[in-house]
């Protein structure tokens, strides 16, 4: 199978090229013709395709001539919706890196996209792949904890530093807020199968990381039409130095007991004196590859991806109203004329 | 005069925590409940039990008061007439304006007010807070809170009338953390899940402090067998801190039959945050300086209970009312 990658701009990437590289039945082809516009210093570009040892096309429309059948598509998140819809109309199938747009027209362009195209469209939450989610979902719905009342969610990590745009409120639609929220409401989401996000309520600041223009803390609390609650910390709140990129937690409140789920708590603890520094080494499932195993299957057998680009959607809308509620210091409904969150 | 009887009114929970702690410090004690149950406990504890406050004022110069929160204001009010120095259970009241006044009786009658706020001598909110104090975080940026335990069994914490509620009672503990290490809060938010009568019940609460910190607060009454479990995680431009109660035993069981997992947490008796308060309390009556927690701090973390409450019901955030509130012998605070 032929996959290709559009842009290095978000460094999963990185990741995915890694591991298609690995794969036997993978042929794996990169561009990323923005490289250019990223800050001097930001790795990017055929360099980087070569270190990795994935091929290497200059323009997206070189990639998209070369035939793939799967897209991947990570550059800036305000970009998905445009390289999505070439990709797609060139008939490639679409895994799209979150959140899925910035806002909802664009993310309702992309979905159309890929019906109208006739391919499928997921959306890049690998955490919803830990085993242990799973086992979790299917206690939860075999009714082991009964009714489940509230859940504490967070997805912190350190500010991505390796990209500027991160922390740019245009390309990236916000900053901790718009990336860090979307995980954890995702997995809540596909907790609860039909239930919508009715009411979200959000704080934020810029404390961490002064200098950067987009917020670096931030609370969002969300009600949902099942009468449960979550509060997610979708903070940059990791140290830059700290032995760990970050991690993601949840805490799932039931009548009949409580669940608290660390996908990335696996590690080997140590101490380097070499290096004067603490010694983390994570293992466990490799997320972005069983993630990437579902996208590779679910367009071998023609079948649609979980989670799909409506997943991806419901996320995001959870985003916009936590924008509105930040920017109005109200709590705001979840609907689907949500403001443009760039303008935020 | 020096102080050496204590006078505990209420035999409930807390007291089996109290009671031997006094002892511990070489206090005598006297128990008076109106529920008849203080023999059962100067049975099982020591001290001696009487049968009317009459009887527990005329004995004793420190009255600690760890009956239902409703009956606070009352019974200190009534130990500060009498000029007793005053411990009282958290929280301190179910209002602001009570807690005000209780503050102003107690400063009419040249007696020392001090709330029980016991989470101030836990080791770990200790060293936490001194850290965050010492700079080595920065300003915090971010917060959380936990608490999380099977919800109490006697039915007046299930009555919010009586105890304010899982809110009032339980985190009012994390809201005087957040407001220590991070400063005054203006604005909360917050919802509650499940029953509070009766049940499991969870209260998720955001607060903005004036510093520009924000904090997440979640506490939880389960069903019965849920163990107690609290932490936090405190992050600022330089530095993190964080603790689990479960992260790091010092000493651990396994293969024992179920243990009844109360409402408490477990404690080294050795190092009782319980006994180590009651002796800061004791030591700042002997020598007239503060306790590490003082009733304006317990009356600031009423303050943040009830505006949790309010936005509970309301379903939106509430602005903390910053009226000013400590103006000793200002009696018109309880009407406001």
Partial sequence: MKVGIISFAHTHALSYAAILRDRSDVECVVTDPDH??????????????????????????????????????????????????????????????????????????????????????????????????????????????????????????????????????????????????????????????????????????????????????????????????????????????YPTWGGLTMRVIAEGGNAELAPFAERVDGFSETDRSPVWLSYGVDLDAAMLDEFLSAVAVGRRPVPDGLDGLRALEVVLAAYESIATGHPASVHQDSPDISSV | MTASTVGLVGAGGIAQVHLPGWLDLGFDVVVHSIDGKARELTDRFGGRAVDSMDELLDAAQIVDVVTPTDTHRLIVERAAAA??????????????????????????????????????????????????????????????????????????????????????????????????????????????????????????????????????????????????????????????LEHDSLRYPVLQYDGLADADKG?????????????????????????????????EDALEAVRIATAVNRSIDEHTEIALDTAPSLHAGDDREGER
Avoid at chain 1, 183 to 204: N, R
């Fill in chain 2, 83 to 240: 000029g007793k120095h005053v411990v009282c259970e958290k929280p301190l009241a179910l209002t602001v304006a009570d807690s005000a006044a209780m503050i102003a009786a107690c400063s009419r009658a040249g007696v020392r007010l001090f709330p029980a706020h016991v989470v101030r001598y836990f080791h770990a909110y200790t060293a936490m807070q001194a850290a965050v104090a010492a700079g080595r975080v920065g300003t915090p940026a971010a917060q959380r809170f936990y608490r999380i335990g099977s919800a109490p069994k006697q039915p007046w914490f299930r009555d919010r009338a009586r105890s304010g509620g899982l809110a009032m009672d339980q985190l009012i503990h994390d809201f005087d953390q957040a407001r220590f290490s991070a400063g005054e809060v203006e604005t909360v938010y917050a919802t509650r899940t499940g029953d509070e009568g009766a049940g499991p019940t969870t209260v998720q609460a955001i607060l903005r402090h004036r510093s520009g910190t924000i904090t997440h607060v979640n506490g939880v009454w389960g069903r019965p067998g849920l163990g107690f479990r609290y932490g936090f995680t405190v992050v600022g431009p330089d530095g993190l």
């Fill in chain 1, 36 to 241: 250019a516009l990223r800050p001097a210093g930001e790795s990017g570009g055929r360099a980087l395709a070569e270190s990795i040892g994935v091929g290497y096309l200059d323009t997206v429309d070189e990639l998209l001539a070369w035939h793939p059948d799967a897209v991947i598509v990570c550059s800036e998140n305000a970009r998905h919706v445009d390289d999505v819809e070439r990709a797609a109309a060139a008939g490639a199938h679409i895994l799209c890196e979150k959140p899925l747009a910035t806002t909802r027209p664009d993310a309702v362009r992309i979905i159309d996209a890929c019906d109208r195209a006739g391919v499928s469209l997921m959306t890049a939450f690998p955490v919803r792949f830990t085993p242990q989610y799973a086992e979790l979902r299917h206690r939860l719905q075999s009714g082991a904890l009964g009714e489940v009342l509230s859940i504490s969610g967070a997805n912190n990590g350190r500010l991505p530093a390796e990209r500027a745009w991160f922390t740019d409120p245009v390309l990236a639609g916000g900053g901790a807020v718009a990336d860090h929220t979307v995980h954890v409401a995702d997995l809540v989401f596909g907790l609860f199968p039909g239930v919508d996000a009715v009411k979200v309520f959000a704080v934020a600041n810029r404390m961490l990381h002064a200098d950067r223009e987009a917020e670096t803390a931030g609370l969002v609390s969300i009600e949902y039409s099942n009468g449960v609650t979550a509060v997610i910390d979708c903070s940059w709140s990791v140290p830059d130095h």
């Fill in chain 2, 263 to 295: 409402y408490l947490p477990p404690v080294d008796p050795a190092s009782s945050p319980y006994t180590a308060e009651l002796a800061d309390f004791a030591r700042a009556i002997r020598d007239g300086s503060p306790a590490r927690v003082s009733a």
